[in-house]
């Protein structure tokens, strides 16, 4: 699981129950971190590194079940309670587009309880690794650009908020901009483009350009 080095603000992350399965052996426990890459879970009894399980994570009305492997394990007290434990990182073999979705709505949680409920952003975009951001960066982002596909109707100069959702290490960043061109419906099926638009970034929000380089630094990017 990627982190960044220094986090402004503790990470906030709701305690999904989790049963890992292993042959017939069954584990259960809570998540404690999540991300695109994997996640940390607390529980009773130690499951070897290296070993390959799946992880049912049961955060609506049907768990979603994800291949995984113990990247490492300490024995850890267990939250509200004295008795012994064990905290485990998982690294995901695969992802699903229930758990990208559940992503999404814990890092909108997260933002939500740093920001206080204040920053309203009119647009986001999100990265499953880091090395798309990374290629977005030095594509696109250091000459302060950056085109997201969208079909919500923009204006050409429309003054906007939007933000980007890093979800390997589960950060938001804030961003304001211009839009400089929409495509629409018509010129996506005369250009065959995606719908979106191409916006200028006037500036980041809450200190994010120092945030985002030092990211992209740490994942060998150039900035």
């Given at each position: 699981?990627?982190?960044?080095?220094?986090?402004?603000?503790?990470?906030?992350?709701?305690?999904?129950?989790?049963?890992?399965k292993m042959g017939t052996k069954?584990?259960?426990?809570?998540?404690?971190?999540?991300?695109?890459?994997?996640?940390?879970?607390?529980?009773?009894?130690?499951?070897?590194?290296?070993q390959i399980v799946t992880v049912d994570?049961?955060?609506?009305r049907f768990p979603i079940s994800l291949m995984a492997e113990v990247r490492w394990c300490k024995k850890a007290q267990r939250a509200n309670t004295s008795k012994p434990g064990y905290?485990?990182?998982?690294?995901?073999?695969?992802?699903k587009d229930e758990y990208i979705e559940l992503l999404e709505k814990v890092i909108r949680e997260i933002d939500h309880q740093e920001r206080n409920g204040e920053y309203?952003?009119?647009?986001?975009?999100s990265y499953e690794t880091r090395w798309q951001f990374v290629m977005e960066y030095e594509k696109n982002l250091k000459n302060r650009?950056?085109?997201?596909?969208?079909?919500k109707p923009f204006k050409v100069m429309q003054k906007i908020e939007f933000t980007m959702h890093l979800l390997e290490v589960m950060r938001v960043l804030h961003v304001a901009g211009t839009i400089m061109y929409v495509v629409d419906e018509t010129d996506s099926k005369s250009r065959?483009?995606?719908?979106?638009?191409?916006?200028?970034?006037?500036?980041?929000?809450?200190?994010?350009?120092?945030?985002?380089?030092?990211?992209?630094k740490d994942s060998g990017g150039h900035v």
């Amino acid at each position: 699981m990627g982190t960044l080095k220094e986090r402004k603000n503790p990470r906030f992350v709701k305690r999904y129950p989790v049963t890992i399965k292993m042959g017939t052996k069954r584990v259960v426990g809570f998540t404690l971190d999540l991300s695109s890459g994997g996640m940390a879970i607390s529980a009773k009894t130690e499951i070897p590194v290296k070993q390959i399980v799946t992880v049912d994570i049961k955060a609506g009305r049907f768990p979603i079940s994800l291949m995984a492997e113990v990247r490492w394990c300490k024995k850890a007290q267990r939250a509200n309670t004295s008795k012994p434990g064990y905290e485990m990182g998982f690294e995901l073999q695969s992802r699903k587009d229930e758990y990208i979705e559940l992503l999404e709505k814990v890092i909108r949680e997260i933002d939500h309880q740093e920001r206080n409920g204040e920053y309203k952003e009119d647009l986001h975009i999100s990265y499953e690794t880091r090395w798309q951001f990374v290629m977005e960066y030095e594509k696109n982002l250091k000459n302060r650009e950056i085109f997201i596909p969208t079909v919500k109707p923009f204006k050409v100069m429309q003054k906007i908020e939007f933000t980007m959702h890093l979800l390997e290490v589960m950060r938001v960043l804030h961003v304001a901009g211009t839009i400089m061109y929409v495509v629409d419906e018509t010129d996506s099926k005369s250009r065959g483009k995606p719908q979106g638009v191409g916006i200028s970034i006037d500036k980041y929000r809450f200190g994010d350009e120092t945030l985002m380089k030092q990211f992209v630094k740490d994942s060998g990017g150039h900035v």
